[in-house]
């Protein structure tokens, strides 16, 4: 690290008019600076005051600015020293590889938050009956907490109708094991989360796609799957649908309803993404609680490092569930919960919600204006796109991203039924930077606009 600071007058930065909360504007306008070399690794940044004073914002919006960049890795303070440009753009693999095939949410939580909820996770973990050892689904007060914050922020829950377990994964395998004995036919759009996929291979269940346009399942194809599969179950990603990025509006959530309905079906729905809702929706879960295992996760709205998962399955099924979640692996380890439900209470879950739309929101209007993407289904804000394109395309474009050190999800991946996908998922929220992102931005879009032949 070098001690020369940033005159202030060599460097003008200047707030985008971008509808982001202020903090996040001057962290993107710090960043920017950082991105274009007006401030180079290990150089130390201008003072709080001077940049506020630059800006015309208050220190405040200033330290939080800082904090967000440096829970990103971009930054990182020295006490009595001053805040200084880390030499390495997170985001990237030890080979230099941009990973944009992970969906995982960048790091916004800054580490003093991080500690004021670790110390009350000790507190309240230090307190456990048994060390935690008999409340497999968590304690009533950790449920109490996860669907108080449920509650306010997507759907209705009581302490009760929840269990928390191993995060969304385990919550779907448990889902789709509890569901089994109806059917072992699970309908799907034709591309879907590969690890649902895993969960109904692991069980022995069968996949099947149905025909699906831009928000979701289409009503009279779902209509003669079911008379004709004999499926029961369904398994819905409503919003952010992954990797087809749709968001399902309140028509075709009435229609799908209606139809499991008067098939006698059941609904796994997966409301991971579903703090980056636009449409106002009712949940399924809200429409026909009795027909809808609902799950979720603090992974994607929250962080990834607590991996508290949240199944809130129909009356009938939850000792189901409850006996197979105890011979798995007997449930969600204690301490995770306290720190998940300690997150919650000191609202760093809800800091954590707003800092990620508006990130998401960012770094989608990024990624349109540098590969020149018109109309999407999630305008809003959202954790990835598909990029629509010809399968043996699709195959082509993400090797040759793979060889110029950008990592693409591989089309077959999420491959339901014989047809292949068409297209690709690029997770604009895997780099731990817009910096590195737009990087990788830059090398897709050297790729689109050049040809190779392909034999067929």
Known sequence: ????????????????????????????????????????????????????????????????????????????????????????????????????????????????????????????????????????????????????????????????EILLCNGAQQGLHLAFAALRERSTIILTESATFPGAIAAAANLGMTMIPVTHDGEGMEPAALDAALANTGAKTLYLTP?????????????????????????????????????????????????????VVYISSLSKSLTPLIRLGVIAPPARLMGTIRKRMRAEGWGLPPYVAELGAAMIETGLADEAVVALRAEALARLELTRSILGIGAVPMPGGTPHLFLPMAPIKAEQFARRASEAGVRLTPPSAGQVGEAPVAGLRICIMAPRSRATLERALRILAGIFGSEEEVAV
């Open 239 to 291: 919003v952010a649908q992954n990797p087809l990025g749709f968001e399902t509006g309140p028509e075709r959530r009435r229609a799908i309803a209606a139809l499991v309905e008067r098939h006698d079906a059941m609904i796994v729905e997966d409301d991971i993404y579903g703090f980056y809702a636009a449409k106002g929706t009712l949940t399924f879960r809200q429409r026909m609680p009795e027909r």
């Open 1 to 160: 690290m070098t001690d020369t600071i940033s005159e202030i007058t060599d460097t003008i930065l200047t707030l985008a008019d971008n509808g982001l909360p202020l903090h996040e504007r001057v962290a993107q306008a710090v960043e920017t600076a950082i991105a274009s070399g007006r401030y180079r690794a290990g150089e130390r940044l201008p003072t709080h005051r001077q940049l506020a004073q630059q800006l015309s914002v208050s220190i405040g919006s200033v330290t939080r600015a800082i904090d967000a960049l440096s829970s990103r890795g971009v930054v990182r303070g020295e006490t009595g020293r001053g805040t200084f440009v880390l030499a390495q753009a997170g985001g990237e693999a030890d080979d230099g590889i941009v990973d944009l095939s992970t969906n995982a949410p960048p790091p916004v939580i800054a580490p003093h938050r991080m500690t004021e909820a670790s110390e009350l996770a000790n507190r309240n973990a230090l307190a456990l009956a048994n060390g935690g050892y008999i409340d497999l689904s968590g304690t009533d007060r950790q449920r109490g907490v996860v669907a108080g914050w449920l509650t306010a922020t997507r759907t209705p829950l009581r302490t009760d």
